[in-house]
T-cell receptor, first 113, second 116 residues
Framework: DQQVKQNSPSLSVQEGRISILNCDYT??????FLWYKKYPAEGPTFLIS?????DKNEDGRFTVFLNKSAKHLSLHIVPSQPGDSAVYFC????????????FGKGITLSVRP | KAGVTQTPRYLIKTRGQQVTLSCSPI?????VSWYQQTPGQGLQFLFE???????NKGNFPGRFSGRQFSNSRSEMNVSTLELGDSALYLC???????????????FGEGSRLTVL
């Protein structure tokens, strides 16, 4: 039962354009969401997060949008750079006593020079 | 400060053997989680330890086990290895407080296990 879904396995974008990475979740108890970025042969690194009390969080070129009614979040990267080429994982958790992070399967982003 | 350290980085085992992987969390982090990454499956949660106690567990068979020591270092063990256990095993630590059970995970570089 995939509670966090990243339905598109890959995305290719031209340098300078916007990259939009989508993520859907099914568990209505999730109230904290994160995006991680992973390069080959490295561990994932934290990128940006958002709690359910917000619908947008921005950090430089990265913005995460949360639509709670649709159980959908998206990561926008503007402008995209070749160094952004990596696998991006969406993750979600509740804030209960035994919370754990549940990850999606990841999206491979390729930014073309 | 030093990041999450995992050893060994690479190892090859044969079916039926067992393996132990080690993880040293970031100093001050008392929570250690383990994830399995395989192609097409993303990061699948194995278990999380906090203050030497298993706090949460994923849907893996009993062949997968772990423990945490008083210095927060953690080990995971896989017994009776199967071909399907070939994967990247990632350890992550985070700083849990009494008022917040979220907190970003900091990952190590992983231990790449190949089962022949």
């Amino acid at each position: 039962d995939q509670q966090v879904k990243q339905n598109s396995p890959s995305l290719s974008v031209q340098e300078g354009r916007i990259s939009i990475l989508n993520c859907d979740y099914t568990n209505s108890m999730f109230d904290y969401f994160l995006w991680y970025k992973k390069y080959p042969a490295e561990g994932p690194t934290f990128l940006i997060s958002i709690s359910s009390i917000k619908d947008k969080n921005e950090d430089g070129r990265f913005t995460v949008f949360l639509n709670k009614s649709a159980k959908h979040l998206s990561l926008h990267i503007v402008p995209s750079q070749p160094g952004d080429s990596a696998v991006y994982f969406c993750a979600a958790s509740d804030t209960g006593a035994n919370s754990k992070l549940t990850f999606g399967k990841g999206i491979t982003l390729s930014v073309r020079p | 400060k030093a990041g999450v350290t995992q050893t060994p980085r690479y190892l090859i085992k044969t079916r039926g053997q067992q393996v132990t992987l080690s993880c040293s969390p970031i100093s001050g982090h008392r929570s250690v989680s383990w994830y399995q990454q395989t192609p097409g499956q993303g990061l699948q949660f194995l278990f999380e330890y906090f203050s030497e106690t298993q706090r949460n567990k994923g849907n893996f068979p009993g062949r997968f086990s772990g423990r945490q020591f008083s210095n927060s270092r953690s080990e995971m063990n896989v017994s009776t290895l199967e071909l399907g256990d070939s994967a990247l095993y990632l350890c992550a630590s985070r700083k849990l407080t009494g008022t917040s059970n979220t907190g970003e995970l900091f990952f190590g570089e992983g231990s790449r296990l190949t089962v022949l």
